[in-house]
C-alpha cells in the first residue's frame, strides 16, 4: 500500500471517469493508489472501467449502495482512507482530468510547506483559461504571508473538490466533510473548516482541467429543468456556510445574492419562473433549520 489515495467520486459518467483514470495513470509521481468511489451509477461503470481495476492493483472500486450525493461519496471516500491509514489524501470529481505533473507540483509543495491545512490546484477549463467554478478564495490574511508566493504558493481560505489535497491528521483534527450537504457547498465548507485551523495553499504549477460542459458558473435563471432540483441543496447549503461564519455580513451578502438571483428569474426569458423562485425560498427555510452533525473519526 502506498502513503496517498487519490479519490474519484462518479455517478453516471463513466466516460469522463475512465479519462479521469488514464491521467492519474499517468502521473509523473506515481506512487500512490486510486479509490473509485461509484454513487451507485446507472450506466454501466463498473462494467466499462473493470479492465483497468483488474489490470492495476493500485486501484480500489467501492460502490455506495446508493446515491449518496457528491458530499456523501467525499465523505464515504475520505472516511475509508483515513481508517486504511493513508497519510495523504487527494480528492477529485470524475470530470477532472489532471496533467501528468499535477500530484508531483502537490508533492513538491508539501514538502516545502511541510505542516499546512489543505492544497489546491489551478484548475483550468477544456479551453485554458481559469475555470469559473473553481477559483479559490484567497485568504484575508495572505499579504502577512508571503513568503511561499515565489514557489508559487499563495494562502488561501477555499477551494472546491476538484483536486484538493490534505492530510488524514488534517481529517482527524476537523472531522469528515458534511454528508448531509448531499451536493454542493460541502467542498467550500469543509476546506474553510480545515483553513480555519491551518494556513492552506493555492499550488499554481500543479494544473488539472475541469471538463464541465461550459464555463459558465451555475445560475438558476438559466439552468435546464433537469437540474433545478440541486437549487434546493444549493440554498440551503450556503445559508448554513454563511451563517456559521457568526458575522451580520455574511448573511447580508447571502441575501443580496439571493435578491440577485431572483431579480434575474423574473427578466429571463424561461418559463417556470415562479417554480424557480420556491426552490430558492425552500432551500432558505431549509437553511434555517439545517443542522447537521461533523463526524470525527476515532483516533
Not at 487519490?6 to 455517478?11: M, R, S
Not at 502577512?144 to 491528521?169: A, E, H, I, M, P
Not at 451555475?218 to 457568526?246: A, E
Amino acid at each position: 500500500m502506498n502513503k496517498i489515495v487519490a479519490i474519484i467520486v462518479t455517478y453516471n459518467r463513466k466516460v469522463l471517469l475512465n479519462e479521469a483514470i488514464d491521467a492519474l495513470l499517468n502521473q509523473t509521481f506515481n506512487q500512490f493508489d486510486i479509490y473509485i468511489v461509484d454513487n451507485a451509477s446507472t450506466d454501466g461503470t463498473y462494467d466499462y472501467i473493470q479492465q483497468k481495476i483488474d489490470q492495476f492493483q493500485n486501484i480500489s472500486y467501492m460502490n455506495t449502495g446508493e446515491n449518496l450525493g457528491g458530499a456523501g461519496g467525499f465523505h464515504y471516500g475520505i472516511k475509508k482512507a483515513v481508517e486504511q491509514n493513508y497519510q495523504k489524501i487527494w480528492i477529485m470529481d470524475d470530470d477532472t482530468i489532471p496533467t501528468p505533473t499535477a500530484l508531483e507540483e502537490l508533492i513538491k509543495a508539501d514538502n516545502i510547506l511541510q505542516d499546512y491545512g489543505f492544497l489546491c490546484s489551478d484548475v483550468k477549463w477544456i479551453d485554458g483559461n481559469p475555470c469559473a467554478m473553481n477559483v479559490p478564495n484567497i485568504s484575508n490574511s495572505w499579504i502577512s504571508n508571503t513568503q511561499y508566493l515565489s514557489y508559487g504558493l499563495l494562502n488561501v481560505s477555499q477551494c472546491s473538490f476538484v483536486s484538493c489535497f490534505f492530510s488524514s491528521d488534517i481529517v482527524k483534527q476537523v472531522g469528515l466533510p458534511l454528508k448531509e450537504f448531499f451536493v454542493w457547498g460541502d467542498d467550500a465548507e469543509y476546506t474553510k473548516r480545515i483553513s480555519e485551523a491551518k494556513d492552506s495553499y493555492f499550488v499554481s504549477k500543479s494544473i488539472v482541467v475541469h471538463k464541465m460542459n461550459s464555463n459558465i458558473p451555475t445560475d438558476i435563471s438559466q439552468d435546464s429543468p433537469d437540474r433545478l432540483f440541486r437549487y434546493k441543496f444549493s440554498y440551503r447549503n450556503m445559508y448554513y456556510v454563511n451563517k456559521k461564519q457568526g458575522n451580520k455580513l455574511s448573511m447580508l451578502l447571502y441575501y443580496y445574492g439571493i435578491f440577485l438571483d431572483i431579480k434575474k428569474i423574473l427578466r429571463s426569458q424561461q418559463s417556470g419562473k415562479w417554480k424557480k423562485i420556491k426552490i430558492i425560498i425552500k432551500g432558505i427555510r431549509d437553511g434555517r433549520k439545517f443542522k447537521p452533525k461533523i463526524e470525527y473519526i476515532n483516533q
